[in-house]
């Protein structure tokens, strides 16, 4: 015969203490997901709607037309918006932030995927050899890769300035990915270097037996078993690639994403609804690539394999 368990009755103290967790939890929620929803409500605002009061949930007459205007998608026999060319809706000469959006997404994809590509490269080779070798200096070697995560980007953008001048590689793309590479190294070898830490010795001795070698044991058994830290770390080296703002703001002249979105603030006429729609279009990449790869990202971060 089966005993049932009768559920405690929640005590006044328990239910505040559950309440407050909760309201914490959404307060911090509503906090992250305000700005994204005024955002993407703006964007498909008309420009003289924005800032009427009552502010309305959504806008009464959803619009496109800053997606138009941003994509440089002619808009006709329409009044165009203060900034706006008057014969077909598109940019002025002077709106440089303005149809340049996808051009730009182009380059940050460019540039974020080849930084990944070396940075994955270096950082497998560098967080195995952490993980599997004690030499002179290994304990100092990632105490200070550790420790460079610190440092802010404002004290080494002098010298990489300087450095990537002597090498006439200011504003070219080379420019950035040499200077992402620096910053998102120390992030990758961490990350794998713990997720190696995880995987069994003895797969390695048992390909040893079998006579393969270091190199060979790397590629076709601890790889394999690496692959979700090697996508969560590839995943944060190109969302923070993607979104990096200050070194591609003083290294180019608008090449990627963010400093051309702080371009918007620039122009003679600001509109904030076009500035709105140019940051959807911006960020549903990194969304899209995060949305994708959760599972990876949280198994590496969270637990790793080594079973």
């Given amino acids: 015969m089966k005993t049932v368990r009768r ?24 906090w992250i997901l ?39 998608i002619p808009i006709r026999d329409k009044d165009c918006t203060p900034g706006v060319d008057i014969g077909n809706c598109q940019t002025a000469a002077s709106n440089v932030s303005v149809n340049k959006i996808v051009d730009t997404m182009l380059n940050s994809f460019y540039v974020a995927s080849t930084v990944v590509v070396i940075t994955l490269i270096i950082s497998t080779i560098a967080a195995y050899s952490l993980s599997r070798y004690r030499f002179v200096g290994s304990n100092f070697f990632l105490n200070f890769t550790i420790l460079s995560r610190i440092v802010p980007g404002l004290v080494l953008v002098a010298p990489i300035f300087i450095f990537l001048r ?25 990350i794998l270097k713990n997720y190696f830490d995880q995987i069994s010795v003895d797969l390695e001795e048992a390909a040893a037996l079998d006579g393969a070698g270091r190199i060979l044991t790397l590629r076709l058994i601890i790889l394999p078993v690496a692959v979700p830290g090697l996508i969560a770390a590839g995943v944060l080296v190109f969302l923070e690639s993607w979104s990096e703002f200050f070194f591609a703001l003083v290294l180019t002249d608008s090449y990627t994403v963010p400093p051309l979105l702080a371009g918007f603030l620039s122009m003679q006429t600001f509109n904030w609804t076009l500035l709105s729609a140019a940051t959807v279009i911006a960020i549903i990449p990194p969304v899209l690539l995060t949305m994708i790869f959760q599972k990876y990202i949280v198994t590496a971060l969270a637990s790793g394999t080594g079973k």
């Fill in 34 to 72: 305000f700005p994204i929803w005024y955002t993407i409500s703006s964007s498909f605002t008309e420009p003289s709607k924005i800032g009427v009061r009552p502010t309305p949930f959504w806008p009464a007459n959803p619009t496109l037309d800053n997606y138009k205007i941003v994509l440089g």
């Fill in 166 to 190: 002597v090498l006439d590689l200011l504003n070219t793309p080379w420019a950035l990915i040499i200077s992402y590479t620096s910053f998102t190294l120390p992030l990758a070898i961490i």
């Fill in 7 to 30: 559920r405690r009755p929640l005590s006044r103290a328990r239910i505040v203490r559950t309440s407050m967790i909760y309201s914490v939890a959404a307060c911090f929620v509503l």
